[in-house]
T-cell receptor
Framework: SAVISQKPSRDICQRGTSLTIQCQVD?????MFWYRQQPGQSLTLIATANQGSEATYESGFVIDKFPISRPNLTFSTLTVSNMSPEDSSIYLC?????????????FGPGTRLLVL | QKEVEQNSGPLSVPEGAIASLNCTYS??????FFWYRQYSGKSPELIMF????GDKEDGRFTAQLNKASQYVSLLIRDSQPSDSATYLC??????????FGTGTRLTVIP
């Protein structure tokens, strides 16, 4: 599977500020995904990022709040804008297969965000 | 709305016992099924996948799929304390979209 890194690994931020999370993969992938995992909860997909096109956002998530960049096939960023304490969560990026299939997703280590 | 349901637990089993984790899903068109393990403070790690009805074994892990009943399970034989984690069931109907259950927290008691 691909090796995925995320920066920062954790951060504490003040409300009203923005944080950009980086996701780097050691191989080229078509699809990258951004998830949120709130304390004690499962994973919620924020958006899917394809290189060369606008990200596709899931219901309840909007580009103004979570702008995403995908400049090449190995890198993506997620920005959490105008943060509030409700944005405190773990943010995870993932990439598609190919092993065992493109439907498989592999996750980065996550970014733990606390908003005060 | 595609739903994936799991018993949140916690499920406690003694060391050496079989742990049985269950998952049901709502979308009959689902084709691929995955089990992820997530240790506290860590990201999910893929441990099993299954596409066809029946059983699939990998070491101490067995995934079982019954598409007619829309049911997938994970058995962990000879459970070890290191198996203590949250297990997430994920279901895909294609289009690079995985739907996750809320996870079952497993504790293996030494």
């Amino acid at each position: 599977s691909a090796v995925i890194s995320q920066k920062p690994s954790r951060d504490i931020c003040q409300r009203g500020t923005s944080l950009t999370i980086q996701c780097q993969v050691d191989s080229q992938v078509t699809m990258m995904f951004w998830y949120r995992q709130q304390p004690g909860q499962s994973l919620t997909l924020i958006a899917t990022a394809n290189q060369g096109s606008e990200a596709t956002y899931e219901s309840g998530f909007v580009i103004d709040k979570f702008p995403i960049s995908r400049p090449n096939l190995t890198f993506s960023t997620l920005t959490v804008s105008n943060m509030s304490p409700e944005d405190s969560s773990i943010y995870l990026c993932s990439v598609e297969g190919p092993v065992p299939s493109q439907e498989t997703q592999y996750f980065g280590p996550g970014t733990r965000l606390l908003v005060l | 709305q595609k739903e994936v349901e799991q018993n949140s637990g916690p499920l406690s089993v003694p060391e050496g016992a079989i742990a049985s984790l269950n998952c049901t899903y709502s979308d009959r068109g689902s084709q691929s099924f995955f089990w992820y393990r997530q240790y506290s403070g860590k990201s999910p790690e893929l441990i099993m996948f299954i596409y066809s009805n029946g059983d699939k074994e990998d070491g101490r892990f067995t995934a079982q799929l019954n598409k007619a009943s829309q049911y997938v399970s994970l058995l962990i034989r000879d459970s070890q304390p290191s198996d203590s984690a949250t297990y997430l069931c994920a279901v895909s109907a294609g289009a690079n979209n995985l739907f996750f259950g809320t996870g079952t927290r497993l504790t293996v008691i030494p």
